[in-house]
């Protein structure tokens, strides 16, 4: 069994690598106001950010979904790791030695599964690279790179390689580096053969496949040998670490570019990706094996973060290949709210192509958007009829209006419906336009049939859900509209926040003095902690002990939400400082003080006539008191605490 990390390493690792640097690596992040950064959730889609994180809590939270965490929770949920692998992750990045409570010092076979398979991947890579560049036996691959414009300083910018042809090259080369057969299959590197696992690939050029955050999980191989009696090129199976529906080659290298320049480039294959990175077009990426779905549109929406201005421009071959490949791309286009293209050289060369012929500039030149996919989509309908006839105009009407009806925004709609018209030579353009209106119409009537039944009973506020349904504390819903929830809100977020603020008298306060369950839930969790006093001495490993002491998921939810959430100022307030947070404290104090003097009234109505005098005195006596400190609270305020 593997060892526990130390705890001190585990804090250590919390600390020296910030969450944004992570979270970052994975989608844009913009400025959110009150020191947080927001983006679009990649735990569920949304098209408007609802993700939040807060450097200087090191947590992040979704107010759509609920997820939160810290930055090991978030590198544990994005890339499907334990809590150990998280771990060796970051520490790997931040440089710190990680010590084993069991067993001793990160041997070998304490490390966690899919860590050895991206360190497999990641050491064959560099052997592949070091066979391209100066093993005999590949001349062949090199020939290859070069009659397409590629020299060894571009083939080591993208990594490429060459696996040699024997049977087991890189399995032998593998196991001395200590890695298992088992390890080799599970990785896709090997394959079982007939006496034990052999390599998979052998005799190709080799194009490392990364992910988002530029770990190597698979690879692309060309076939160079006409011996090879496999296809034109080969990828890895799907594995604990690659799926090829959810990889996109280059977006590694790409990735800040298309954040940065609001603008992606789809291209269809490795070398195309290189042609035009080594162009100048920077924001190229391709699929690997596989058509563009809706994976890849959520990786790309993450970085584009759904702006207005956004473009993605879709390459393909003029052939009847590419141009099914460009309608398949149209199906998904409403999934983005970038404007989506397309770009065909006029001579059909792929990027490749087209940079050894034309050069440079002829690449840039092609990607530079001119046709919107949408138009493009409806032309390859348009042409298949014969539109001198009515019967061909109507036929072709038929097949388009339910594309253009799939068009979301209505002001968009309505101006390619005239479009469409004009391509059909149908004067009659209002004809077209209510044609089209009335199928969206339609469609939106089936979709209508009500909310799905876990967004009927949805209360208000930060804390909605988008996603799956999460067991919620016990008690009525959440209605900040209630200033009573939103004070004890706004307290909580002072304790999670600025403990400092509200400390030491925060730490005095009882859990009945909150009165919706999950707050309650939230303030038992902190003092389990330590209490907000423990905050103000160490405020990182302060909200990770809250969280832990969290008495289940949902809590620990709303601990997150409550730890990132920006603090709401009232009109007139000019900042976040003590003055503010004693107005919380007495606000909730008060509130509390109101209703045992409410309780104790009843109470003492009761034993009026007929009860105990001693009793009768003692609860007069206790009644009187709460109402000097009621009235010491509204006199005096947080000095009366």
């Known amino acids: 069994m593997a060892g526990r990390i130390n705890d001190e390493d585990v804090k250590a690792v919390r600390d020296a690598v910030p969450i944004d640097a992570v979270v970052s690596e994975y989608l844009q992040l913009r400025n959110a106001g009150g020191g947080n950064l927001k983006g679009l959730c990649p735990f569920h889609d949304e098209k408007s950010p609802s993700f939040q994180v807060s450097p200087s809590k090191g947590f992040f939270h979704c107010f759509g979904c609920q997820e939160g965490g810290d930055t090991i929770t978030f590198v544990m949920k994005i890339d499907h790791l334990t809590f150990s692998e998280a771990v060796e992750r970051l520490a790997g990045q931040a440089g710190i030695t990680l010590r084993y409570e069991e067993g001793g010092y990160n041997p070998a076979h304490q490390r966690g599964e899919r860590i050895r398979l991206v360190e497999a991947h990641k050491i064959a890579a560099q052997w592949y690279a070091e066979q ?38 890189l399995t032998r080369y593998l196991r001395g580096k200590g890695f298992s057969d088992k390890e080799l299959l599970l990785s896709g590197l090997a394959q079982e053969g007939r006496r034990g696992p052999i390599d998979r690939f052998r005799g190709r050029l080799m194009w490392p496949i990364r992910d988002i955050g530029g770990d190597v999980v698979g690879f692309g191989a060309r076939k160079l040998y006409e011996s090879d009696n496999g296809p034109k090129y ?54 690997c094996g596989t058509a563009f779905g809706g994976d890849h549109i959520k990786i790309l929406r993450r970085l ?52 050894l012929a034309k050069g440079d500039d002829a690449v840039a030149d092609l990607v530079e958007p001119r046709t919107p996919l949408f138009e493009f989509a409806l032309r390859q309908i348009v042409s298949r009829y014969d539109l001198d006839t009515p019967a061909g105009r109507a036929s072709a009407l038929d097949e388009a209006a339910p594309v253009v009806a799939r068009i979301k925004n209505s002001g968009a709609q309505h101006e390619v419906a005239v479009q469409l018209a004009g391509m059909l030579g149908i004067l009659d353009t209002q004809f077209v336009v209510k044609r089209i209106a009335q199928l969206a119409r339609w469609a939106r009537d089936r979709g209508g049939k009500g909310p799905a039944p876990d967004q009927r009973q949805r209360g208000s506020g930060p804390q909605q859900q988008a996603g799956p349904a999460r067991t919620a504390p016990r008690g009525p819903a959440l209605n900040l509209r209630n200033p009573v929830f939103a004070t004890e809100r706004e307290l909580l977020k002072l304790a999670l926040q600025r403990p400092e603020l509200v400390s030491p008298a925060f730490d005095a306060y009882g859990v009945d003095e909150f009165t919706a369950p999950p707050y309650a839930a939230v303030r038992e969790a902190i003092m389990e902690a330590g209490g907000a006093e423990f905050g103000v001495q160490d405020p990182q490993d302060y909200l990770v002990r809250v969280r832990e002491a969290a008495p289940d998921d949902a809590v620990r939810a709303m601990v997150t939400e409550l730890a990132v959430e920006a603090i709401m100022l009232h009109r007139g307030v000019k900042g976040v400082d003590e003055v503010y947070a004693g107005a919380q404290l007495v606000t909730v104090r008060r509130r509390a003080v109101e209703r045992r003097i409410r309780d104790i009234t009843g109470r003492l109505t009761r034993l009026s006539g007929h009860g105990d005098p001693a009793e009768l005195a003692a609860v007069q006596n206790e009644l009187w008191i709460l109402q000097q400190y009621d009235q010491n609270l509204r006199e005096h305020g947080a000095a009366a605490l």
């Open 304 to 355: 584009l973060m759904d702006n207005g201005s956004a473009r993605v421009i879709f390459t393909f071959d003029g052939d009847a290949a590419g141009q099914k490949a460009a309608l398949r791309a149209f199906e998904d286009d409403q999934k983005f709210a970038a404007e989506t293209y397309i770009a065909i050289a006029p001579d059909g060369m792929d990027p490749c192509d087209l940079r």
């Open 234 to 287: 080969l990828n890895t199976p799907d594995t604990a670490i690659y799926k090829k529906s959810q990889v996109l080659y280059g977006i590694d290298l790409a990735k800040k570019d298309i954040a940065k320049a609001s603008r992606a480039v789809v291209v269809e294959g490795y070398t195309d990706v290189m042609a035009c990175h080594l162009a100048g077009v920077t924001t190229a990426i391709a699929t």
């Open 132 to 169: 391209l560049a100066t093993g005999p036996e590949a001349d062949t691959g090199r020939a290859f790179l070069a009659d397409r414009g590629f020299d060894q300083a571009a083939a080591e910018h993208f990594g490429v390689g060459y696996s040699p042809q024997g049977w087991d090259h």
